[in-house]
Structure formats: C-alpha cells, structure tokens
C-alpha cells in the first residue's frame, strides 16, 4: 500500500500543479502508472500466496519491455522535430556525441528496464532506496529545467529540448513524494513502496534520463543502484557458472550486514555516497 500511497500523491500532484497538456508529462504519467500496475500485480501475488514468488520473472520483464518499447515509441514522436532525436551525449565532453539511429530503442529499452529493476533491487533495507530516489530526483528536477532553457542549455553546451523543462515538477512531486514517504520508511519503517512503488519511480528515472538525453548522468547519479544491481547479477552468473559466491550474499547492502555492519549504518553510508554522486553528476554539466 506504501507504493500505492507513493504514485498517487506523486500524480496527484503532477495533475494539480503540471501543464498537463504538455506531452512529456502525459508520458511519464503514463509509463509511471504502467510500470506501478506490474508491480501491483507482483506484489498482489506475493501477498495472495502467501510466498515470495510473484509474477514470473519472465512474464515481468515482458511487461516492463513492453511498456518501455511503447514509451520509446511515443517519445521519438514527440521528439520528431529535434535534431537530437538519436543522440547520446556524454558527460564532461563538450562534443563527444554519437548518433546510434534505430539502436537507440535497444539501448532505451536497457535503460528504462534496467533503471526500474536496478531501483527494485535496492529496496532491501529500511529507507535504503527512498533517498538515493530524492537526490536523483533533484539531479532530474535541475536537468529538466537546464534542456528545457534555450539560454541555460547553450550556455552549458546541452541539447536544448522545448518543452522538458515541465519535468521539473514531475521531478519535485517525486522529491515531495517520497520526503513523505521516507518519514514512515525511517528505520525502523511502518511503511513499504514494494515492486508498486520501486518499480514505477525506476521506470520514471530511466524515461526521465532518456528524455533530458542525460541517459550517462544518471549512470553516475544513480551509481548506488547500478552498484546493486550489478552485485545482483554477478553473483548470480559466477555461482551459475563457477559455483562460487563473490558476496557472502547478494545486493551488496545484504553483504554489509552479513559482514557485521548495522542496518542503520549501511543506510546511511549508502545515503552519503548517494549525496557525492549526485553532486558529481551535476558538476559534469560545468566540466566540459
């Protein structure tokens, strides 16, 4: 019910204070609520069967392509007209920009996928994934408003994107939202977003990434997720393969705590770092 609670305060939000005219906001609402409703199911089973199964993993990556190909599609018609339409820009280069063409749904469908289980497998600890969420969060909120300025973005060398500078307050309901939510996630939590709420604000960071083509700054904003979902998937392929374990146990938060550290302590800690990526991911739009 904690995801639940989450999205619709968020898309209360959008709807109250949003030009909810503007096509990148009908999209993020869109594909936001899409990617809650697949977790909702996963949840719904887990709690109807009383076991930690849920949906197949299969049928979920399924759904979650799915919603993440008619998204990309959506977004390439809105973004028709702009000349960035197949770009990726890299960061702390002022010029370093290739045009991958149609290989760019490849590579959105990683992202938005990869970004909405990333957040999903960090939610393992009480209050672990929720700030990680705020500081992205403002990353995006600043990103937003940068592509959406004809002045600020050719001042600092970024694609100017007419119209993204409405995600700025998708991004602050985002922000607002899980404030919120946090305050009865704090260890110890009485409250739970679940796959409903980690695989929607996933899902809408990577769509957000994708729409600012900012998809490299949130490889470095959301550092602590990819450092998750890659101790995930590590320890996965070597004991498949090498019947051996890298971690004690995998994500890496569940590692610390097998490795004598204090729940609180490992939130925190993660918490920090989760601070200086964030910092490092808006410094790269001066280092150029």
Do not use: C
């Not at 939610?123 to 937003?144: C, K, R, W």
């Not at 004991?239 to 550290?261: C, D, M, Q, S, T």
Request: hydrophobic share 55%.
């Amino acid at each position: 019910m904690g995801g639940l609670l989450l999205l619709f305060s968020i898309i209360l939000s959008v709807l109250l204070w949003a030009d909810i005219t503007n096509p990148y906001i009908q999209l993020i609402l869109a594909s936001m609520t899409s990617f809650g409703m697949i977790g909702f199911v996963d949840d719904f089973l887990k709690i109807y069967y009383q076991n930690s199964d849920g949906m197949s993993v299969k049928g979920k990556f399924a759904l979650q392509g799915l919603v993440s190909v008619l998204s990309l599609f959506i977004l390439t018609q809105i973004e028709s007209s702009q000349a960035t339409l197949f770009e990726l820009h890299f960061p702390f280069f002022k010029n370093f920009v290739l045009n991958i063409g149609y290989f760019y749904f490849v590579f959105g469908l990683f992202v938005m996928v990869g970004a909405s289980n990333a957040v999903n497998i960090t939610d393992g600890l009480d209050g672990l994934v929720s700030f990680p969420l705020i500081t992205n969060g403002i990353v995006f909120g600043v990103v937003s408003y940068l592509t959406g300025n004809v002045i600020l973005s050719n001042y600092l060398q970024i694609p100017y994107i007419a119209g993204t500078g409405e995600l700025l307050i998708f991004s602050a309901t985002l922000v607002g939202g899980v404030l919120g939510f946090l305050w009865y996630n704090a260890p110890p939590a009485r409250i739970f977003m679940g796959d409903t709420g980690s695989l929607a604000l996933g899902g809408a960071l990577g769509l957000l990434s994708l729409m600012t083509k900012s998809e490299f700054v949130l490889a470095i904003s959301g550092g602590v997720f990819i450092v998750e979902a890659l101790s995930d998937i590590i320890q996965i392929y070597s004991r498949r393969y090498f019947n051996k374990r890298v971690f004690l146990i995998a994500p890496l938060h569940h590692h610390f705590e097998k490795k004598g550290f204090s729940e609180t302590t490992i939130v925190i800690r993660f918490w920090i770092v989760s601070i200086l990526l964030a910092v490092l991911a808006l410094s790269s739009f001066k280092i150029r």
